[in-house]
């Protein structure tokens, strides 16, 4: 009996776990402005970002359904890149970057820097 408790247990937590980490592909699929910008001693403000915006340097992510995103970033930087969504990664260049989501923001944390690009449409 002891034996079939643990095994209920077990189950039970797994699926909680897959559970937690679905993402409807529908929900991810959109426009996403930057919202957050970290770096090794660099720090840009909400307020810092929308002033940018306003002088037309703009910041995006759009996560199209194919599987494949295009990121944007103050006319700088221009990436095409594919994403997972079961492994929750971004792959561009041979380099997978993990990210998270929770419904409106997808945040990278990747050696120090960090992006957060919340979701316009």
Known sequence: MKKLAYMIIACLFVFSLASCSSV???????????????GVGVSLSQAQIDSMKAIGLTSTLEVMDDNTAHMKLFDEVDLTFTYDLSKMTFEY???KEKFTFDGKTIAFNNEGRKLEFTKVQ
């Not at 409807?24 to 957050?36: A, H, I, P, Q």
Request: charged share 45%.
């Open 24 to 38: 409807r592909k529908s929900d991810f699929v959109g426009v996403y402005e930057l919202s957050k910008a970290e």
């Open 93 to 95: 260049e041979g380099k």
